[in-house]
């Protein structure tokens, strides 16, 4: 066992990896997290303050991918971006965009994929804020905007921070989504989760280790960089 | 002048409740809501505020309209000029004492104004606290600040002493007398505390299951009309004592403790925590400076 471990940590540091996997995983993640504020932020705030009834239809929707297999949702997406009929279709012919095998499918999988945690956390921060808060903006003459961006976002660090780094890890970690609607081709679509199984099914354990290895690494300082930094932040307040 | 004529179903643990507000407030007056809690007091301060919607009624504010059900008019509580001091402060908790004055200023370089607003509220040195750093006083001190910064129309008190001790109420209601004899802001104030009801206002509306039962001065309102004392103030029962044939009544006033000696009738269904007026007919007190 020891003797296997130092032939894979010799072997792994001789050779030359490709590093595209990697990088690529961080670029879907920097982009999908990115993409996610901006959808997560008007979308939680209409979850945590709306009365209407369609609320739970959407917040329904929204939680899905959490109890799917994400093969699932990723044999759809790629049904439905299909580019011999529908939607697929059209934004080929149209826009030259295909969705299917390339980065753009990458990106839709992961953002539909990784929302519930993007969302709930921000709506649960809505929710934790007295309501007598943005109450006294209003009669302090504010709009619903001016409320949200210099009353109700500041004060909720924390649930932004844990929608960020939940939502930016999620990504990372994904499986199913990927391959499915990205399949493996390297350079475009090969993430470092699917260079890793790839590495495995062809025998080559020095690379599987090296993938993984760095995403271990990764992950770990993420996570402990968002519990110091919650710290901090809710200290304030 | 302000006039209201709302109605409003409420909802409440007892099951609903039909709130009817009909009242006129004269410019610059101090006027209190006293009722026990959830007979609608704070549901009439956020109606004039427009953080809660009449079924039906208006409210005319120095002429605008702000509520009328007849027209649809509802104006968005940004645009109604009220200061509001909620039960729980409501300070914003990044912002310090000052960004929280001037995020109520409607001209963002009126430092002056601030400036005023600090010195009013005694709380200069504290400016660039986070309210995370105050005491309940002086959190209720910086509400009371920013609620003025917005040069309101009408200032609407809900409960502010609520959740501060005796000692702390009787200051920042003299403060709150001050601040109202400074700025002469028209005022409405709500508490189910006797006491401070009386002390601060000049009319009051007694409100019960939503409706106002009765209206008036303070001294017509808690002081039975039968009784000219020649002296007379409001106090609470804290303890009794029976010694011999007597029975002694020790009542807080403020934050004195006074003992009267009451006979076997007067003290026949009075009790600890009990309210009551004591009042002198036959001697002249003695006054002495103290």
């Known amino acids: ?237 | 002048m302000v006039h209201i004529n709302c109605k409003k179903r409420l909802l409440s643990a007892h099951g609903s409740m039909d709130l009817s507000a009909d009242f006129s407030v004269s410019p610059g007056e101090f006027v209190s809501f006293f009722g026990p809690s959830g007979s609608g007091k704070t549901s009439i301060l956020r109606m004039i505020a427009g953080l809660m919607n009449p079924d039906e009624g208006f409210i005319e504010i120095d002429g605008e309209t702000w509520f009328d059900s007849l027209k649809k008019f509802n104006l968005v509580p940004q645009k109604r000029r009220v200061g509001f001091v909620f039960q729980d402060y409501a300070l914003f908790p990044h912002m310090t004492v000052r960004e929280n004055i001037r995020f109520a200023c409607e001209a963002k370089n009126d430092f002056s104004f601030v400036d005023e607003l600090l010195r009013v509220i005694h709380l200069k040195e504290l400016e660039n606290e986070l309210p995370l750093k105050l005491s309940g006083g002086q959190k209720q001190r910086v509400a009371l600040a920013r609620a003025l910064a917005r040069k309101p129309k009408i200032l609407l008190l809900d409960e502010p002493f609520s959740a501060l001790d005796m000692e702390m109420r009787i200051q920042l209601q003299r403060e709150v007398l001050d601040i109202y004899e400074r700025f002469k802001t028209t005022t409405v104030f709500v508490s189910h505390d006797v006491s401070e009801v009386f002390k601060m206002s000049k009319r009051i509306f007694i409100l019960e299951d939503g409706k106002i039962v009765r209206s008036g001065l303070p001294q017509e309102i808690f002081i039975e009309n039968n009784l000219s004392g020649k002296f007379k103030f409001i106090g609470k029962i804290v303890d009794i004592v029976k010694d011999g044939f007597l029975n002694i009544l020790v009542v807080q006033v403020d934050n004195n403790l006074i003992r009267v000696v009451a006979t076997d009738d007067e003290a026949r269904g009075l009790n600890i925590g009990n309210n009551v007026i004591v009042a002198s007919k036959a001697f002249n007190p003695i006054i002495m400076k103290y």
Request: hydrophobic share 50%; with cysteine; charged share 10%.
């Open chain 1, 1 to 237: 066992m020891l003797r296997q471990m130092k032939f894979l940590f010799y072997s792994g540091i001789n050779m030359i990896y490709d590093l595209s996997p990697i990088t690529l995983t961080f670029k879907l993640a920097f982009i999908t997290t990115a993409i996610l504020l901006l959808i997560g932020i008007p979308l939680a705030y209409w979850i945590a303050f709306t009365r209407r009834k369609i609320k739970y239809f959407v917040e329904t929707l929204v939680s899905m991918p959490l109890i799917l297999p994400p093969t699932v949702l990723g044999f759809y997406l790629l049904v439905f971006f299909s580019p011999r009929h529908g939607l697929g279709k059209f934004l080929e012919s149209v826009f030259d965009i295909r969705v299917v095998f390339s980065f753009t499918g990458l990106v839709i999988g992961s953002v539909i994929f990784s929302l519930p945690f993007m969302v709930n956390s921000i709506k649960s921060g809505f929710q934790n804020l007295p309501s007598s808060l943005s109450e006294a903006s209003y009669t302090l003459g504010k709009s619903r905007f001016q409320t949200l961006c210099q009353v109700l976002l500041p004060n909720m660090k924390p649930s932004l921070l844990t929608g960020i780094v939940m939502s930016f890890a999620h990504t990372i970690g994904e499986f199913g989504v990927v391959l499915m609607i990205g399949g493996n081709i390297p350079g475009q679509t090969r993430l470092a989760s699917i260079a890793i199984y790839g590495e495995v099914e062809a025998l080559n354990y020095a690379a599987a280790n090296f993938y993984s290895l760095v995403l271990i690494s990764i992950s770990f300082i993420v996570l402990f960089m968002l519990y110091i930094s919650n710290k901090r932040v809710s200290q304030v307040y």
